[in-house]
């Protein structure tokens, strides 16, 4: 055996590869294209907001170079764009973190939700992963190699008392995208994999995590008993994006803090359900009980 392979520094090591991450404006994009830059990787950082985007690149440190792509997932000329650009400044796209997303419908009551909010949802989580991916993933087929890490959350996995329903929907779909793109792809040398965060301070986790009240409640529906710290998602990025897992593909890896382990829903307190429906305007976080 090449005890070299062995070794965790060459395992993760990705110089000379080309990574792009989407919604690397802010938040756990941010930490994805670090993480990646510092593991030998040339990023390329794509979103809808440039200027944040130029404040990324200063930032990341590595062997390899790095650039900016202003990109919305919901206009495939933009992502094709942002493919090519990659293209034709690196020569290869190697890896592709599907990581822009939104929650459209804020924390609605479900049977409150505004048809409009349910279908932007979908369409930048469902419509914009699937076409960002599949655009990269044609360039990957091409060349016979790759990795895309679809960014998901626990809330795709199972039911989740109150949450979003367009959100929840949306990360069960990307799960299913990882899994059925990953078979299919499989046998050409491209890798398709998903990861499910838990609860993770980032943009727009920020006005529920900054809310005491909330922020104890999903420690005491964690295992662990805390919240994600951004850098505990860098260890399953980088298997997912290197050859240490050359052999996973279809996958999902929660990190949640055990919460996907456990089975069963507690109820909202009184001051949680208070909570929900003061953040949302006009009445919506207001459940519709029996007259």
């Known amino acids: ?30 930490t994805f294209a ?14 809808r907001r440039r200027d944040r985007l130029d404040d990324v ?24 764009a942002m493919c090519e650009a990659a293209m034709a400044r690196f020569g290869s796209i190697d890896i592709f973190v599907a990581n822009a997303g939104v929650v459209a419908e804020g924390m609605p009551a ?11 949802g979908i369409d930048v989580n469902v419509n914009g992963t699937f076409n960002s991916v599949t655009a990269a993933g044609r360039r990957m087929l091409a060349a016979g190699r790759g990795s895309i890490i679809i960014i998901a959350s626990i809330a795709g996995v199972s039911g989740h008392r109150g949450y979003p329903p367009a959100y929840c929907a949306s990360k069960a779909a990307q799960i299913q995208l990882a899994q059925q793109l990953g078979a299919t792809w499989a046998d050409r040398g491209v890798r398709v994999n998903a990861i499910a965060p838990g609860w993770f301070p980032s943009e727009m986790t920020e006005g529920f995590l900054g809310a005491p009240l909330w922020a104890e409640r999903v420690e005491e529906q964690t295992p662990l008993a805390r919240l994600g710290d951004p ?32 089975t069963g829903s507690s109820p909202y307190s009184a001051e949680v359900g208070e909570f929900l429906e003061g953040i949302m305007p006009d009445g919506l976080g207001t459940p519709i009980t029996p007259s």
Request: aromatic residues 4%; charged residues 15%; contains cysteine.
């Open 1 to 30: 055996m090449d005890t070299n392979a062995l070794e965790a520094a060459n395992l993760f090591d990705l110089s000379g590869r080309t990574a792009i991450v989407t919604g690397a404006s802010s938040g756990l994009g941010v």
């Open 34 to 47: 670090y993480a990646l830059a510092a593991n030998g990787a040339n990023v390329v950082v794509a979103a």
């Open 57 to 80: 690149v200063a930032g990341l440190k590595g062997e390899g170079e790095s650039l900016a792509v202003e990109c919305d997932i919901t206009q495939p000329d933009q992502i094709e």
């Open 231 to 262: 850098a505990e998602l860098v260890g399953p990025i980088l298997l997912l994006a290197s050859d240490a897992g050359a052999y996973i593909t279809g996958a999902v890896v929660p990190v949640d803090g055990g919460w996907s382990a456990t």
């Open 110 to 120: 479900p049977e409150k939700t505004p048809p409009e909010a349910f279908a932007m």
